[in-house]
């Protein structure tokens, strides 16, 4: 990226920073997240929320690096144990 185009994109507005992560966290295979809080404070980009994996965790701080090069990416995500329910639940 030309280092222009890089500095404009590093000087966005934070709102904007945060809706651009956080659509790439949307649409990217590698995460398709809609559940993940992105903050951003100047240069510093914050992700919360939970996910329930490793691997699907690494992938957030992945694409959201790419969403806003330049930023430094802060993965306050959780990783949760999902399982399967072990029956159906009666109401």
Do not use: C
């Not at 957030?60 to 999902?82: F, Y």
């Amino acid at each position: 990226m030309p280092k222009q185009a890089h500095q404009e994109r590093t000087q966005d507005a934070p709102h904007y920073v945060a809706a651009r992560v956080q659509q790439a966290l949307a649409e990217d295979e590698r995460t398709n997240e809609l559940g993940i809080k992105v903050d951003v404070h100047g240069d510093q980009v914050f992700l919360r929320g939970r996910v329930g994996s490793v691997e699907r965790r690494r992938h957030l701080t992945e694409v959201a690096k790419e969403a806003a090069p330049g930023a430094h990416v802060h993965n306050e995500v959780d990783v949760v144990n999902i399982r399967a329910a072990e029956e159906d639940e009666r109401l």
